[in-house]
């Protein structure tokens, strides 16, 4: 168990001040997970999977051990691991490497990052593979009813986000689940707001593939991320890239390669960047995953607090359970940029302002962009009191 203040001193970037409300773009690097990756570099600077010196063995060896570290973040086992650069990468592979084409259908929804719609978009471009974007409701949440009158025969997967990065909405990814597997559906989690920030099973949920960053709730370095496979599902999955490190024989006419999670990692991967995200993973189980999404519900309470200014509206639900550690926002007769530069300017507060990655979902809202703050265990509740205070200055001295 680590303390607010321990992970505090432990995380030097927030030493400079800086009143960092937007992790939900990325988080700050804690000390050890730094040391882990200069032991790296100081150390056994060597390759994986290839050498057999005693570099390269140790190398390996703790390249390989963050697979059971994530694995114990998400309930998973070591093997249905695969590393990728960020959470993108991880969906990306999904579009790429299930042998989807003309008469197949994918489901997505209209709260979807980018990064899990445009993979879809270019597959009915190229393969003629359907995709049909479900709606959500007022409050941004996905009805798993609409979500059901969307499958039909052809539905071969559903791709959802399992918290909206744009305003925060938290989905019922285990009732959708439910859905998929009652209709023989694949189902892919965009986790990327979940991991590291609550609880996340993908047992209990019952998902066939999860995506996630490394670089956000597990305070990972930024160039990591990965995507969990089930087992079974590993056979339904082409690799994205092939290349060195993944082959067990090639001819001039073929190849033969070695199996998951390892078939996914061709050329030199991001080792120090894997070996400093498992010693994130196990930072995270040091505070207690338990810990942070309760310390999250605290701080987000207090930040929709902002409500109660007369000029500002924040989007998403209203209900606590329905969220996760994001608040969007926009001040009235203020632009959102010009908001997040005031805050900025005026108290060293870093939040987000813009679409988010996720223009359909400002669409659905009818806004062009908000602003969004959110938050991590870290964060401090006088943190919070500033932002309030100085959103209330801005909305009383510029809004309307
Ligand atoms: C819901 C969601 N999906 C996907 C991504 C893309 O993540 P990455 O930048 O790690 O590729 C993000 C990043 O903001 C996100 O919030």
Redesign the pocket.
């Known amino acids: 168990m680590k303390t607010v203040e321990e992970v505090r001193a432990e995380i030097p970037f927030l030493r400079t001040g800086i009143i960092y409300l937007d992790s939900?773009?990325t988080t700050p690097t804690p000390q050890p997970v730094l040391d882990a990756m200069l032991e790296y570099f100081r150390e056994y600077s060597a390759n994986v999977g290839r050498g057999l010196h005693r570099a390269a063995r140790r190398a390996t060896e703790a390249f390989e051990a963050t697979r059971s570290k994530l694995a114990r973040v998400i309930n998973a086992e070591p093997e249905e691991i695969v590393y990728t650069k960020?959470?993108?990468e991880a969906i990306n592979i999904v579009a790429h490497g299930l042998r989807l084409g003309k008469g197949d259908k994918v489901i997505a929804t209209v709260l979807e990052?980018h990064?899990?719609l445009i993979p879809w978009q270019r597959l009915e471009r190229t393969r003629g593979v359907e995709l049909e974007v479900v709606g959500a409701t007022w409050d941004c949440l996905i009805e798993p009813s609409e979500v059901d009158a969307a499958i039909d025969d052809r539905t071969r997967l559903i791709a959802m986000?399992q918290v909206s990065?744009a305003v925060g909405s938290l989905q019922p990814v285990e009732e959708i689940s439910k859905l998929a597997r009652e209709h023989d559906v694949l189902f892919l989690v965009?986790a990327?707001?979940a991991v590291g920030h609550m609880p996340v099973d993908v047992k209990a949920m019952g998902c066939d593939f999860l995506a996630a960053?490394g670089?956000k709730g597990l305070l990972g370095p930024q160039g990591t991320?990965f995507l969990y496979v089930r087992k079974d599902r590993f056979r339904e999955l082409e690799p994205l890239l092939l290349g060195g490190g993944i082959v067990e024989s090639v001819d001039e006419r073929s190849y033969k390669l070695v199996g998951p999670p390892q078939v996914f990692d061709a050329g030199t991967p991001n080792i120090p960047g894997i070996i400093g995200l498992g010693r994130a993973a196990e930072y995270v189980l040091e505070i207690g995953i338990e810990r942070i999404a309760e310390r999250e519900r605290e701080l987000t309470a207090r930040m929709l607090k902002i409500g109660e200014i007369e000029q500002v509206q924040v989007y998403g639900p209203q209900d606590l359970k329905a969220r996760g550690g994001v608040v969007s926002f926009n001040i009235e007769g203020i632009g959102h940029h010009d908001v997040a530069a005031m805050l900025d300017e005026l108290a060293g507060i870093a939040v987000r302002s813009g679409h988010h990655?996720a223009e359909p979902t400002m669409r659905h809202l009818g806004v062009d962009g908000t602003v969004r703050a959110s938050v991590h265990y870290f964060n401090l509740e006088e943190e919070i009191e500033k932002f309030i205070a100085v959103v209330e200055q801005i909305a009383k001295e510029f809004g309307k």
Request: aromatic letters at 0%; glycine letters at 6%.
């Open positions: 939900a773009a960020n959470a993108t990052h990064s899990n986000t990065n965009d990327s707001q960053p670089h991320g990655c």
